[in-house]
């Protein structure tokens, strides 16, 4: 189910801005998907938008410490990826499989790192309250 980016509150984007938090994404456009680094997911998808024909969705975003850690991970999985690469920074694969190649390379690479898929990072602020 891809992330509503509605879900990312001024008060959460805040706070993630605050704790230096980055996200590995993996966006979709048709059959075809991208994987990415950002600070600013709400930021990111428009300039994904402008290359693309068709509309771009979120399929799943992983909260990590840092852009540094983000860095790395991505680039781990575009290298997994790498037989599937298109021209562009896209990949004719399922997003589904990239999720799958993300959460792998994240675990594989920093497994004491804390990190939080997009629904339990919008489950925990939900379950403190806070909007």
């Not at 509605?6 to 994404?25: M, Q, S």
């Not at 969705?57 to 540094?68: I, M, R, Y």
């Not at 589904?96 to 925990?124: C, E, K, S």
Request: aromatic fraction near 10%.
């Amino acid at each position: 189910m891809p992330v509503d980016l509605a879900d990312y509150t001024k008060l959460i984007r805040d706070t993630l801005k605050r704790g230096r938090f980055c996200c590995v994404y993996v966006a979709a456009v048709e059959s075809f998907c991208r994987i990415g680094y950002a600070e600013d997911l709400n930021a990111a998808v428009p300039r994904l938008q402008r290359s693309s024909p068709s509309p771009v969705t979120v399929d799943s975003a992983l909260w990590v410490p840092d852009k540094g850690i983000a860095m790395v991970v991505a680039k781990a999985v575009q290298c997994d990826l790498a037989p599937h690469q298109k021209p562009g920074g896209w990949f004719d694969t399922t997003a589904d499989r990239a999720t799958v190649a993300l959460g792998i390379a994240a675990f594989r690479i920093y497994p004491g790192a804390i990190m939080a898929w997009h629904n339990q990072l919008i489950d925990q602020w939900r379950a403190r309250g806070a909007s």
